[in-house]
Protein backbone atom coordinates (compact mmCIF):
# COMPACT_ATOMS: atom_id res chain seq x y z
CA UNK A 1 0.00 0.00 0.00
CA UNK A 2 2.59 2.56 0.49
CA UNK A 3 4.63 1.86 -2.71
CA UNK A 4 1.32 2.76 -4.15
CA UNK A 5 0.63 5.91 -2.40
CA UNK A 6 4.44 6.79 -2.68
CA UNK A 7 4.08 5.83 -6.64
CA UNK A 8 1.14 8.06 -7.15
CA UNK A 9 2.58 11.13 -5.24
CA UNK A 10 5.26 10.50 -7.34
CA UNK A 11 3.01 10.76 -10.81
CA UNK A 12 1.51 13.36 -9.34
CA UNK A 13 4.55 15.33 -8.88
CA UNK A 14 5.76 15.05 -12.41
CA UNK A 15 2.46 15.74 -13.64
CA UNK A 16 3.07 18.90 -11.81
CA UNK A 17 6.62 19.75 -12.71
CA UNK A 18 6.43 18.87 -16.76
CA UNK A 19 4.76 22.24 -17.64
CA UNK A 20 7.87 23.94 -15.30
CA UNK A 21 10.65 22.16 -18.18
CA UNK A 22 9.37 24.63 -20.65
CA UNK A 23 10.14 27.36 -19.26
CA UNK A 24 13.37 28.75 -18.62
CA UNK A 25 14.51 31.54 -16.08
CA UNK A 26 16.80 34.19 -14.93
CA UNK A 27 17.28 37.70 -14.35
CA UNK A 28 16.92 40.78 -16.83
CA UNK A 29 16.52 44.70 -16.57
CA UNK A 30 16.46 47.66 -18.58
CA UNK A 31 17.04 49.59 -15.41
CA UNK A 32 21.11 51.47 -16.10
CA UNK A 33 21.40 53.86 -13.80
CA UNK A 34 21.76 53.18 -9.58
CA UNK A 35 18.71 54.74 -6.92
CA UNK A 36 20.26 57.77 -5.41
CA UNK A 37 16.65 58.52 -3.81
CA UNK A 38 14.38 56.10 -1.33
CA UNK A 39 12.29 53.94 -2.71
CA UNK A 40 8.68 52.67 -1.66
CA UNK A 41 8.21 48.93 -2.27
CA UNK A 42 4.86 48.00 -3.47
CA UNK A 43 3.85 44.43 -4.03
CA UNK A 44 0.80 43.16 -6.31
CA UNK A 45 -0.23 40.15 -8.06
CA UNK A 46 -1.38 39.91 -11.62
CA UNK A 47 -4.85 39.62 -12.62
CA UNK A 48 -4.56 35.37 -13.29
CA UNK A 49 -2.91 34.82 -9.86
CA UNK A 50 -6.18 36.66 -8.25
CA UNK A 51 -8.12 34.36 -10.13
CA UNK A 52 -6.24 31.26 -9.43
CA UNK A 53 -6.88 32.22 -5.53
CA UNK A 54 -10.08 30.66 -5.45
CA UNK A 55 -10.15 28.94 -8.86
CA UNK A 56 -8.68 26.98 -11.87
CA UNK A 57 -6.96 29.14 -14.11
CA UNK A 58 -8.97 29.91 -17.04
CA UNK A 59 -6.84 28.80 -19.72
CA UNK A 60 -7.59 25.13 -19.86
CA UNK A 61 -3.46 24.78 -21.02
CA UNK A 62 -2.32 26.02 -17.53
CA UNK A 63 -4.32 23.19 -15.79
CA UNK A 64 -1.56 21.05 -16.31
CA UNK A 65 -2.82 17.27 -14.67
CA UNK A 66 -5.86 18.64 -13.71
CA UNK A 67 -8.48 15.80 -13.80
CA UNK A 68 -11.53 17.80 -12.42
CA UNK A 69 -12.91 21.17 -12.02
CA UNK A 70 -11.56 21.11 -8.21
CA UNK A 71 -8.42 19.96 -8.98
CA UNK A 72 -6.30 22.44 -7.43
CA UNK A 73 -2.61 21.42 -6.94
CA UNK A 74 -2.28 19.76 -10.25
CA UNK A 75 -4.72 22.02 -12.29
CA UNK A 76 -2.46 25.45 -10.37
CA UNK A 77 -5.48 27.14 -8.75
CA UNK A 78 -7.71 27.17 -5.79
CA UNK A 79 -4.25 28.77 -3.92
CA UNK A 80 -7.01 30.39 -1.57
CA UNK A 81 -6.59 33.96 -0.48
CA UNK A 82 -4.11 33.82 2.72
CA UNK A 83 -1.61 31.94 0.71
CA UNK A 84 -1.73 34.54 -1.57
CA UNK A 85 -1.19 36.93 0.79
CA UNK A 86 1.44 35.78 2.82
CA UNK A 87 3.42 35.42 -0.86
CA UNK A 88 2.79 39.05 -1.09
CA UNK A 89 4.29 39.84 2.36
CA UNK A 90 6.79 37.33 2.13
CA UNK A 91 8.40 39.28 -1.39
CA UNK A 92 7.91 42.38 0.74
CA UNK A 93 10.44 41.22 3.32
CA UNK A 94 12.66 39.46 1.36
CA UNK A 95 13.25 42.87 -0.62
CA UNK A 96 13.17 45.13 2.38
CA UNK A 97 15.84 43.01 3.84
CA UNK A 98 17.88 43.20 0.99
CA UNK A 99 17.63 46.58 0.21
CA UNK A 100 19.22 47.35 3.57
CA UNK A 101 22.11 45.61 3.29
CA UNK A 102 23.27 47.18 0.14
CA UNK A 103 22.01 50.56 1.46
CA UNK A 104 18.53 51.69 -0.18
CA UNK A 105 16.36 53.19 1.96
CA UNK A 106 12.93 51.97 1.78
CA UNK A 107 9.92 54.38 3.11
CA UNK A 108 5.94 54.38 2.51
CA UNK A 109 6.00 57.93 1.61
CA UNK A 110 8.96 57.82 -1.02
CA UNK A 111 7.94 59.44 -4.06
CA UNK A 112 9.84 56.54 -6.21
CA UNK A 113 7.94 53.22 -6.34
CA UNK A 114 9.09 49.96 -7.04
CA UNK A 115 6.37 47.48 -8.15
CA UNK A 116 6.57 44.05 -8.67
CA UNK A 117 3.80 41.94 -9.99
CA UNK A 118 3.88 38.27 -8.81
CA UNK A 119 2.78 37.02 -12.51
CA UNK A 120 3.18 33.15 -11.24
CA UNK A 121 3.92 30.95 -8.09
CA UNK A 122 3.55 27.47 -8.25
CA UNK A 123 3.81 25.61 -4.72
CA UNK A 124 5.64 22.01 -4.13
CA UNK A 125 2.82 21.10 -1.96
CA UNK A 126 -0.93 21.57 -1.74
CA UNK A 127 -2.07 24.90 -0.24
CA UNK A 128 -4.92 24.15 3.09
CA UNK A 129 -7.36 25.82 0.49
CA UNK A 130 -6.63 23.26 -2.43
CA UNK A 131 -6.37 20.26 0.59
CA UNK A 132 -10.05 21.60 1.64
CA UNK A 133 -11.46 21.96 -1.97
CA UNK A 134 -10.13 18.35 -2.82
CA UNK A 135 -10.10 15.89 0.22
CA UNK A 136 -8.51 12.87 -1.29
CA UNK A 137 -5.37 15.28 -1.60
CA UNK A 138 -2.99 14.83 0.69
CA UNK A 139 -0.44 17.08 1.82
CA UNK A 140 2.52 14.39 1.40
CA UNK A 141 1.91 15.33 -2.57
CA UNK A 142 4.87 16.91 -3.81
CA UNK A 143 5.64 18.56 -7.31
CA UNK A 144 8.09 21.37 -8.55
CA UNK A 145 7.68 24.79 -7.94
CA UNK A 146 8.81 28.82 -8.96
CA UNK A 147 7.88 31.90 -9.43
CA UNK A 148 7.54 34.70 -12.03
CA UNK A 149 7.97 38.53 -11.39
CA UNK A 150 7.73 41.75 -13.02
CA UNK A 151 8.74 45.16 -11.93
CA UNK A 152 8.62 48.68 -12.92
CA UNK A 153 11.31 51.38 -11.55
CA UNK A 154 8.91 54.34 -11.51
CA UNK A 155 9.82 58.20 -10.41
CA UNK A 156 7.67 60.85 -8.62
CA UNK A 157 6.12 62.13 -12.00
CA UNK A 158 4.37 58.28 -13.19
CA UNK A 159 7.44 58.18 -16.24
CA UNK A 160 9.52 54.80 -16.11
CA UNK A 161 13.04 54.13 -15.20
CA UNK A 162 13.52 50.96 -16.10
CA UNK A 163 12.13 47.78 -15.40
CA UNK A 164 12.98 44.03 -14.23
CA UNK A 165 11.71 40.56 -14.38
CA UNK A 166 12.92 37.49 -13.19
CA UNK A 167 11.44 33.54 -13.27
CA UNK A 168 12.75 30.60 -11.64
CA UNK A 169 11.08 27.20 -11.80
CA UNK A 170 12.76 24.07 -10.21
CA UNK A 171 13.40 21.29 -13.18
CA UNK A 172 14.62 18.88 -10.35
CA UNK A 173 12.00 16.67 -9.03
CA UNK A 174 14.78 14.63 -6.37
CA UNK A 175 14.45 18.32 -3.85
CA UNK A 176 10.91 18.38 -3.98
CA UNK A 177 9.71 16.06 -1.50
CA UNK A 178 12.06 17.93 1.39
CA UNK A 179 10.53 21.40 0.91
CA UNK A 180 7.82 23.46 2.43
CA UNK A 181 4.46 24.62 0.47
CA UNK A 182 6.24 27.64 -1.13
CA UNK A 183 9.94 26.48 -1.33
CA UNK A 184 10.08 27.29 -4.58
CA UNK A 185 8.65 30.15 -4.93
CA UNK A 186 10.26 31.45 -2.00
CA UNK A 187 14.10 31.15 -3.46
CA UNK A 188 12.85 32.74 -6.44
CA UNK A 189 11.67 35.43 -4.38
CA UNK A 190 14.97 35.63 -2.55
CA UNK A 191 17.40 35.43 -5.88
CA UNK A 192 15.20 38.33 -7.50
CA UNK A 193 15.65 40.62 -4.44
CA UNK A 194 19.22 40.09 -4.14
CA UNK A 195 19.55 40.89 -7.59
CA UNK A 196 17.25 43.94 -7.73
CA UNK A 197 19.09 45.14 -4.77
CA UNK A 198 22.66 45.34 -6.66
CA UNK A 199 21.19 46.22 -9.93
CA UNK A 200 19.33 49.67 -7.97
CA UNK A 201 22.52 49.86 -5.48
CA UNK A 202 25.47 49.96 -8.09
Do not use: C
Not at 40 to 67: F, Y
Not at 138 to 154: K, W
Amino acid sequence: MRSLLASSFLALSFSIATPALAKSYGFDTTVTSPLNTAVKIEVIISEDMAHRANNLPEKLSDRSGARGFRSGFAGNGFYGDKDIQRLTERLTSKLERRFEKKGIQVSETAPTVLRITIEDAKPNRPTFKQLSVEPGLSFQSFGNGGAELQADLIAAGGQSLGTMSYRFYETDIRDAQFGGTWSDAHRAFSRFASKAAKTLAR
